[in-house]
């Protein structure tokens, strides 16, 4: 079998498709360079998976999607999600490109930008060319590659020094033209002693057409900046996820990833946070559920460079009906990350025989002066607690809920935005079909 | 209807093994029944067999609440009916409130849209709460999740208190209990009391029997019930222990389904 990348695209196309975009000429080099990287380059090897067997060239082309000028015109599928977003900042990306830019007005003239990555490439261009795809490096595999090849739309968020942005930013990302290439690049900077929430949405149609998203995020704290990234990932079973998270950060920074894995279709998520300063912490929460015949992956990884860096990852997932997930954990704590302390723990709960959910936590100290620790665990819901439910006249099918509920419970509940837990509450329930 | 509760020839076995080996028993509303009995004489089985748990398997014999057949139900359905069961090990559930429990469970008993409001529920919870001198925390803490044996203990009563089931089983409800706790167990048991509910205290002590005092005292071994009698059944095995039943029986090993 073949593990060759067909090339969705040729350098001509691509290098063409950069000049209508007036991209300036590192872009446009960037990405040719890019794009012969991906055809040498190898897969990703995933830990007990064979991505090799994954529907993952549906690239489609670039399409223009038409802009929206007021959030009422937006498609059926995510109107729920910007519903009463008029005055805050919000971006939406629509297959290819983003439809809708909005940033609040306060945040704008405290020197904020939050804009489409297009957009940033030429108006915020040395910034942009410092930072993009030195976390997500193009030369890694050919899915990384493909990425800094094609991405499109993509949002750029840049918080100045000292600045607290109170209220978060959010991004809404869809594809719903299976023809489009789908590819954001999301590009957050924490600046100094800056704070930001970022909260994002991936979201499909109703094609049943295959579409692959291939995304990358990289996010950078500098010195004392406390970033929260949440994101929940819902689309269709004809999207394939591929999404590469990752975080570089300075000293004293802090990184909250909050991800939701509700994806209906074949997901590899890989969230990275790479402690490289002193006292910086990093804690990641990842609630998954797996339905249908689903096959996940999902990596949480801490690297710790820093002395007296901090990581804490949790990830809970339940599967059920046939789903299968692999979920590694990698702690790592390199040579003179002296007073480091890394912990995880991954969780799974499966609902059905057929459903498959293993837990691989990887602990890899290069350093004597150190704590770190970690907790897996796989099982079935317990029969002797639905007995306790059922006995106190709790019907099965209720029981059975309160149980997974109350398995994602602990982490749901510590999500620090409302609007977000409970809209990732309703997620989940229409993910377990209850 | 007055409540009625009839066991006969109960007989249940556990992985193959037979515990329970003809149980008749007859309570009414306003009784208190207790069955002592050593350690390993089916005691727990009885109740276990009685609740529905999954692993035991009821071979023959029938139990009737008011007419129907109890055997014939789910566990759920057991409970909607009126049976409660105080277990000796109740499970610990992550996650799960103990009020969003106790709701879910007084809202399984009503008709959609009839769901009890929230302020009467906690109302009626924080009442109960106080009766058993519980930390009102406990209400949002997760179910049993780091309860002490006896902060279970307390929460099964709690439930009794808020579900009002008909025929109440307390499966060694006063192990592991201190005198205080006994005596606060108790009293909500006694506060519960009443002509149309009927009560089958489970203990192979004397003690909780002097707070709350049964009609009717059962002695169980080798899986059957080998001795009935009243209070003063009760009185004279603490005072003497087992042995002379044993020996006015003729019983040398007491215990069911023990490897030798």
Redesign the interface.
């Known amino acids: 079998m073949t593990t060759q990348t067909i090339l969705p695209v040729n350098a001509e196309g691509l290098s063409q498709l950069s000049k209508q975009r007036q991209e300036p000429t590192w872009l446009t080099e960037n990405r040719l360079k890019a794009l012969e990287l991906a055809a040498s380059l190898k897969l990703p090897v995933l830990e007990k998976m064979r991505i090799e067997r994954w529907d993952i060239q549906n690239y489609g082309s670039s399409k223009e999607s038409g802009s929206i000028a007021s959030l009422t015109e937006v498609p059926a599928s995510i109107q729920e999600l910007v519903k009463d977003q008029e005055s805050g900042s919000l971006i939406i990306q629509r297959n290819s490109g983003v439809v809708y830019t909005k940033l609040a007005a306060e945040l704008s003239e405290q020197g904020v930008i939050f804009t489409d990555l297009q957009t940033a490439v030429k108006e915020h261009e040395e910034l942009v060319k410092t930072y993009l795809h030195t976390a997500v490096k193009a030369d890694e595999h050919s899915v990384a590659a493909l990425h800094a090849a094609l991405w499109n739309g993509g949002i750029f968020l840049y918080v100045p020094k000292n600045v607290e942005v109170k209220v978060p930013l959010q991004a809404v990302l869809l594809t719903d033209d299976e023809e489009a290439t789908f590819a954001p690049h999301i590009l957050i900077i924490a600046d100094t002693n800056s704070t930001v929430t970022y909260v994002d949405n991936y979201v499909s149609g109703d094609s049943s057409k295959a579409v692959t998203h291939n995304g990358a995020v990289e996010i950078f704290a500098k010195s004392g900046a406390k970033v929260r990234y949440a994101t929940i990932h819902q689309m269709g079973t004809n999207v394939t996820d591929l999404s590469y998270r990752r975080a570089i950060i300075d000293n004293d920074a802090s990184m909250e990833w909050i991800v939701g894995e509700m994806n209906s279709g074949d997901t590899m998520s890989d969230t990275h946070t790479i402690l490289k300063g002193n006292g910086s912490t990093s804690d990641s929460k990842i609630i998954a559920v797996g339905s249908g015949s689903q096959k996940l992956n999902y990596t949480t990884r801490a690297n710790h460079f820093g002395k007296s860096s901090e990581s804490q990852m949790i990830t809970r997932a339940v599967m059920r009906e046939e789903a299968q997930a692999i979920i590694n954990g990698i702690t790592k704590i390199e040579h003179g990350a002296t007073k480091s302390d890394g912990q995880q723990t991954e969780k799974v709960l499966m609902l059905s025989p057929k459903a498959r959910g293993d837990a691989n936590p990887i602990l890899l100290i290069d350093e004597d002066d150190v704590k770190a620790g970690h907790a897996a665990s796989v099982g079935q819901v317990?029969?002797?607690?639905i007995?306790?439910?059922?006995?106190?006249?709790?019907?099965?099918e209720?029981?059975e809920s309160?149980?997974i509920?109350?398995?994602?419970?602990?982490v749901v509940s510590q999500i620090p935005l409302e609007g977000l837990q409970k809209q990732l509450q309703a997620v989940i329930e229409g993910k377990l079909g209850q | 209807m007055a409540t009625h509760f009839t066991i006969e020839g109960l007989k249940a076995e556990i992985e193959g093994k037979e515990i329970l080996k003809g149980i008749n028993l007859e309570m009414k509303g306003g009784e208190i029944h207790a069955i002592m009995g050593p350690n390993g004489t089916g005691k727990s089985t009885l109740a276990s067999a009685l609740?529905?748990?999954?692993k035991y398997e009821v071979t023959e014999g029938s139990v009737t609440l008011n007419g129907e057949d109890v055997l014939d139900m789910?566990?759920?359905e057991?409970?909607?009916a009126g049976l409660?069961?105080a277990?000796q090990y109740?499970?610990e559930?992550?996650?799960?409130t103990n009020s969003?429990?106790l709701r879910?469970?007084i809202n399984?008993?009503r008709e959609e849209g009839q769901e009890i409001s929230l302020i009467r529920f906690i109302r009626q919870l924080e009442t109960k709460m106080k009766e058993l001198d519980m930390n009102p925390e406990f209400a949002h803490r997760?179910l049993n999740e780091g309860f002490s044996g006896g902060e279970k203990k307390r929460n099964e009563i709690l439930?009794m208190m808020m579900?009002e089931p008909n025929i109440v089983v307390l499966d060694e409800i006063d192990s592991g209990l201190d005198i205080d706790a006994l005596k606060i167990v108790a009293s909500g048991v006694n506060a519960m009391r009443s002509e149309d509910r009927g009560f089958l205290i489970i203990t192979h002590y004397q003690r909780l029997l002097n707070y709350v005092k049964p009609d009717f005292v059962h002695v169980m071994m080798q899986g059957r019930i080998v001795k009935s009698g009243g209070p003063e059944l009760a009185e004279r095995l603490e005072a003497e222990g087992y042995d002379w039943v044993k020996e006015e029986l003729g019983i040398e090993d007491e215990t069911v389904g023990q490897e030798a």
């Open positions: 317990n029969q002797e607690q007995y306790y439910l059922m006995s106190r006249g709790i019907s099965r209720v029981a309160l149980i509920y109350g398995f994602l419970a602990p | 609740m529905g748990h999954p789910a566990v759920d057991r409970a909607r409660f069961l277990m109740p499970s559930i992550t996650g799960v969003d429990f879910s469970a399984a008993r997760y439930q579900i």
